[in-house]
Each structure stands twice: as C-alpha cells, then as structure tokens.
C-alpha cells in the first residue's frame, strides 16, 4: 500500500484498548498506517479519551490519547459530515456513517473491524479488517 492512505476506525483502537479477538492485529496495522498516510476522524479522538476515562485520571487520559493518535493526521467531523451521515442510509449507524463521510475526504481505504457495516458503501472506499491491510503490505 505505498503512496497510499488508510483511515483508522475507531473499533481498531477500541480493540487494542480492551484486548478483544484480534487486538495484536489491530495494534500492528495501526502501527503500520502510522508510517504511510494514516488518517483518524476527530471524533475517534473524542471517543478514545471517552474509553481511557474509565480508567484513569483526566491528564492520563488526554497523555495517552495524544500518544495513540500520534503518526496520524485529524480528519475534521465537519458540519457537511455530520449533513452525509444524517442523509445516508445505506449506513444503519450513525457513528459509522461519519466514520465513513470523514474517511471518505481524505483517504482511499478504511481500516475496520466491522466490515459489514461499510458493505453498502465499499465501492466508494477500499474496506478492509487489519489482517487484510497488514497482508497488503
């Protein structure tokens, strides 16, 4: 996937952050989509610091967001994102449906856990689990 761009899901951080079925995978394609062109919409950023509160202090939490979003660029849940996902509903999720429009502005893959939340929209983005993005490289 050289010269190419890959948006990180939220569910792939929240997989390494519970250790769920396929964390190391998640955690390594992560990892690899640091070093090409990796994206991440801003509200994952809201949603990993929400899911690291639990656990921690607040300056904790806001120090090991920065440290996993670090290597990634911010894609912006703009207010024309927010308009596609509330419009789009090939996508039943809301939250993916922005996932989706912020991925969408700026990348040529998705990096996803739940495929099949993307079926109806796949043609428009390369969707892949982090086991096919890591066989790709």
Same mark, same amino acid.
């Given at each position: 996937?050289? @010269?190419?761009? !890959?948006?990180? &899901?939220? @569910? /792939?951080?929240?997989?390494?952050?519970?250790?769920?079925?396929?964390?190391? !995978?998640?955690? +390594?394609?992560?990892?690899? /989509?640091?070093? /090409? @062109?990796? #994206?991440?919409?801003?509200?994952?950023?809201?949603?990993?610091?929400?899911?690291?509160?639990?656990?921690?202090?607040? +300056? *904790?939490?806001?120090?090991?967001? %920065?440290?996993? $979003?670090?290597?990634?660029? $911010?894609?912006?849940?703009?207010?024309?994102?927010? @308009?596609?996902?509330?419009?789009?509903?090939? /996508?039943? &999720?809301?939250? &993916?449906?922005?996932? #989706?429009?912020?991925? %969408?502005?700026?990348?040529?893959? $998705?990096?996803?856990?739940? *495929? %099949? &939340?993307?079926?109806?929209?796949?043609?428009? +983005?390369?969707?892949?689990?982090?086991?096919? #993005?890591?066989? %790709?490289?």
């Amino acid at each position: 996937m050289q @010269n190419e761009s !890959a948006f990180v &899901d939220a @569910n /792939i951080f929240l997989d390494v952050a519970r250790k769920r079925k396929g964390w190391k !995978a998640s955690a +390594l394609a992560l990892t690899e /989509i640091k070093r /090409i @062109n990796g #994206f991440v919409s801003s509200l994952t950023v809201a949603i990993i610091y929400f899911i690291k509160l639990r656990t921690m202090p607040p +300056l *904790k939490a806001r120090q090991e967001t %920065r440290e996993l $979003i670090q290597g990634l660029r $911010i894609v912006a849940v703009t207010s024309e994102v927010v @308009n596609q996902a509330l419009d789009n509903t090939a /996508i039943e &999720d809301f939250e &993916d449906a922005m996932q #989706f429009y912020c991925a %969408r502005t700026a990348a040529k893959a $998705i990096v996803t856990r739940n *495929k %099949r &939340d993307y079926e109806a929209v796949g043609k428009e +983005l390369e969707v892949m689990t982090p086991e096919q #993005f890591l066989a %790709r490289l």
